[in-house]
T-cell receptor, first 111, second 114 residues
């Protein structure tokens, strides 16, 4: 069963604008959330994470927001750049530290 | 620091044949993971090693899949016999430890079973 869902398979955004990627989860035991970025023919690379004790974590142009009551998290990229064009995976883990991944969202940044 | 290495990068086999994938993790990383990523889905954990011991293999189809990690470093994942539904990218990842450490992924092996 899919415990982590990314309902938008793709997102197109103009360079310089904000990209907002969404992720929903069903397992209330998840307490650690991550975003990975993947370029074609490469493995996923870690982007940013957030613990359930926080509701926001920021790293440069990337900010992750966590809404525990809604079991929802989002990734904001501001401003979007052409190099941000990639597939973004949301992932979550509980105390067993096993990562459950969403299906990914393909972001295309238009010049 | 060298990243996670995997080989081969691509493999095409016929159903019922066998295939093996190799992974060399980042030096000093105690934990090694094998994931299966089917087209259009996110990576799914198959097996996790801590040094050379298996921590979790609950999602490994043990009737056809096997994996080992010799001397707590390199690892091989084998499929015998392969089925059409095994067509996927097989990703290897490693981390310093299993407790909330960042996982570093290799480029993956793309397997096509005909």
């Amino acid at each position: 069963d899919q415990q982590v869902k990314q309902n938008s398979p793709s997102l197109s955004v103009q360079e310089g604008r904000i990209s907002i990627l969404n992720c929903d989860y069903t397992n209330s035991m998840f307490d650690y959330f991550l975003w990975y970025k993947k370029y074609p023919a490469e493995g996923p690379t870690f982007l940013i994470s957030i613990s359930s004790i926080k509701d926001k974590n920021e790293d440069g142009r990337f900010t992750v927001f966590l809404n525990k009551s809604a079991k929802h998290l989002s990734l904001h990229i501001v401003p979007s750049q052409p190099g941000d064009s990639a597939v973004y995976f949301c992932a979550a883990s509980a105390r067993d530290y096993k990562l459950s991944f969403g299906a990914g969202t393909t972001v295309t940044v238009r010049a | 620091e060298a990243g996670v290495a995997q080989s081969p990068r691509y493999k095409i086999i016929e159903k019922r044949q066998s295939v093996a994938f190799w992974c060399n993790p980042i030096s000093g990383h105690a934990t090694l993971y094998w994931y299966q990523q089917i087209l259009g889905q996110g990576p799914k954990l198959l097996i996790q090693f801590q040094n050379n011991g298996v921590v979790d293999d609950s999602q490994l189809p043990k009737d056809r899949f096997s994996a080992e990690r010799l001397k707590g470093v390199d690892s091989t994942l084998k499929i015998q016999p392969a089925k059409l539904e095994d067509s996927a990218v097989y990703l290897c990842a490693s981390s310093r430890d299993r407790v909330r450490e960042t996982q570093y992924f290799g480029p993956g092996t793309r397997l096509l079973v005909l």
